[in-house]
Structures are given as C-alpha cells and as structure tokens.
Nanobody, 116 residues
Framework: QVQLAESGGGLVQAGGSLRLSCTASRITFRFNVMGWYRQAPGNQRELVASITNGGATNYADSVKGRFTISKDNADNTLYLQMNSLKPEDTAVYYC??????????WGQGTQVTVSS
C-alpha cells in the first residue's frame, strides 16, 4: 500500500525559512509528477507547487518567488524550500501525485505555522 510521509514543518517567524521533505513507499518520484499541497483551517486543500518527471516546476501565484520544489531521485525524496514565509502560509502541508483527479492515500502532513 502507498504510504506518504511528510516532515520538516515547525513554528517560525514571518520572514523565516523551512525545508519540508516527503518520502513515499510504492511511488517512484522519478516516474511521477509530484506536488506539495497545503490546507489551512477552514479552507480547501490547494496545490502550491509541482515538479514533473523531467524536473519542470510550477507554482501557485501565492508562493511564486518564495518557494522552491525539488526532488532527489536517488533517495526518492521530495522537498519544498520555503523562504520569506508569511502568516498566510500557515497550513498543514502534504505531498502527493499530481495526476488529474487521482491521488494516492494522503499522509499525515506536516504543520507549518508562521507567526507575525
């Protein structure tokens, strides 16, 4: 069974940085488009960054220029480098496949809290 695991979240002040990591069983990141999603309290889960099989990246307008998605195919690890964090970035962050309406089972996510 697929199992996604996110880590690296924490409590930071506005303007600070965090680096999130994601690993998975039964998903090879080299052969899938992967993305970072986030869900703030009372809001829908949204895709904030994605990276294609070949390494092309896309970002939501809200994080463009501040977040960087990357992956290490050798270790099958997905990363999200988050800089210049804002209070509105506060959310639980998840990783998953980006494949239309298909998703692997969601992991627990990692909490990111940005104080003002």
């Amino acid at each position: 069974q697929v199992q996604l695991a996110e880590s690296g979240g924490g409590l930071v002040q506005a303007g600070g940085s965090l680096r999130l990591s994601c690993t998975a069983s039964r998903i090879t990141f080299r052969f899938n488009v992967m993305g970072w999603y986030r869900q703030a309290p009372g809001n829908q889960r949204e895709l904030v960054a994605s990276i294609t099989n070949g390494g092309a990246t896309n970002y939501a307008d809200s994080v463009k220029g501040r977040f960087t998605i990357s992956k290490d195919n050798a270790d099958n690890t997905l990363y999200l480098q988050m800089n210049s964090l804002k209070p509105e970035d506060t959310a639980v962050y998840y990783c998953n496949i980006v494949r239309g309406n298909f998703f692997a089972p969601w992991g627990q996510g990692t909490q990111v809290t940005v104080s003002s």
